[in-house]
């Protein structure tokens, strides 16, 4: 039988315009690169010295709109929202190409609750300004400053109930100092009781142990010396099982099914704990094959 080498990494996201003046429709290849995009139909609008674009599923369902500062479409500035079903993700704007300004991301709770999940400031591209994260309940879970995409100065962190959970200080150079975490009662915790990806029983090592000695070769796929890496995804549920595994890209489908077979055969894992409370966390695992 021919040697397989795995090589694995584990990897812990109201518009207003002037006057419309002309509606454009043609294509470019920014909706043929994107491999999301691409499925869905853009219409090409001019509102002033803008072009917005405005795509909509194959429902007829809007789910995009991106305003541009040219013709073909290249340079991002104006207005931007993303939308889930009939009601906003996203909002926000560009400027020379780059995130500029306010952002805001909406989540939801239910068919009736919407809620503002974060409010963040960008300058051209990077963080900078005020930040905050909210719980459902919008009570404040984290906030904090970022100055040049930098963390500084104090940020806090806080449970459901409006409880500290945690404090971090940060020096100009984004540098951690000062730190301190409490569970939910009061009592001083540590930074790994309240915050942990999830964990393969008995470590990476342990991981890769596994996968040496589960894993088979398709025999096709190495009679005809296809090689090259499979990245599979898959999410870790707060009981430690696995599920949603997916072969995001792959040399050939022989390699995506072993992969994918072998990840969804894998032992309960520890799950993830947020707040010190378990959580789904979303893995990406790169696994090169190699004869």
Known sequence: MKKLTLILLLAVTKIGFAQQDTTLVYNSPMYLKDSVRSKWRPVVKRFGELYQVSFYDKKDVLKETISFEDKNLTIRKGPYSSFYGINI??????????????????????????????TENYYYGKLDGKFKQNWPNLQVQQEGTYENGRKIGEWNSFYKDGKLAGKEVYDAYGKKGITEYFFNDGRPAKYEDLFSPPSFNGGIEAFYRYLASEIRYPKQAAKDG??????????????????????????????????????????????????????NVKYNVPIKFSL
């Open 89 to 118: 993700g996203d909002t926000g704007s560009y400027d020379k190409g780059h995130k500029h300004g306010e952002w805001i991301n909406y989540s939801t709770v239910n068919s009736e609750k919407r809620y503002i999940r974060r």
């Open 226 to 279: 296809v090689t090259g890496t499979v990245y599979v995804s898959f999410t870790v549920k707060k009981d430690g099982s696995v599920e949603d595994v997916k072969a995001e890209k792959s040399p050939n489908y022989e390699l995506a099914d072993e992969a994918i077979r072998i990840i969804q055969r894998s032992p309960h894992w520890n799950p993830g704990k947020d707040f010190g409370e378990p959580v």
